[in-house]
């Protein structure tokens, strides 16, 4: 019997911003009624959730940007 290895594809869109000169980019996508996203290339930032997109998107740069003070 052949073994199939599952794959998940989402749909989403990339916000891009900018915190003390360096660029990223936030995958953001829709998870029933509220929304998911991450921060693309960047492993170490948590998983965000949150009632909208752009609540989403100021959660990850506000994460980035205490991250990047200390």
Known sequence: MKQQAARVQ???RIYRFTIAGQEYAA???Q???QF???V???PQV???TGRTALAVRDALQHWLAE???T
């Open 10 to 12: 989402r749909q989403g």
């Open 27 to 29: 995958f953001i996508w």
């Open 31 to 33: 998870f029933g009624a």
């Open 36 to 38: 998911r996203g991450r």
């Open 40 to 42: 693309e290339e960047h």
């Open 46 to 48: 948590p998983q965000c």
């Open 67 to 69: 991250q990047a003070a």
